[in-house]
């Protein structure tokens, strides 16, 4: 169900390419009116072959991570139907 699945947004980069700052994620919270943890990340999470980090190619990357912390299914750029799908999917199992 529901309680299976955690939304969590990780910001890598502020407005100004830079690794984003307390002050940074809370601006992005009041602007979106986030409720889900938003947590400052940096580039130094990006690994195009995934082995040492995530393969991160476009803003936003949305994933889904199972319950081992293993990616299993990843969408480059905004698509609110391949989200839905991948979600109720991942509820599903």
Aim: avoid cysteine; glycine fraction near 8%.
């Amino acid at each position: 169900g529901a309680d299976k699945f955690v939304w969590a947004t990780v910001l890598i980069d502020n407005t100004s390419g830079e690794s984003p700052s307390e002050s940074d994620i809370q601006t992005w919270v009041n602007a979106y009116g986030v409720t889900a943890p938003v947590l400052a990340g940096s580039r130094d999470l990006i690994d195009s072959t995934a082995e040492e980090g995530w393969p991160i190619s476009s803003w936003p990357t949305l994933v889904v991570i199972d319950e081992s912390m293993t990616l299993t299914f990843g969408i480059y750029g905004w698509s609110e139907e391949l989200m839905r799908e991948a979600v109720t999917e991942a509820l599903s199992d």
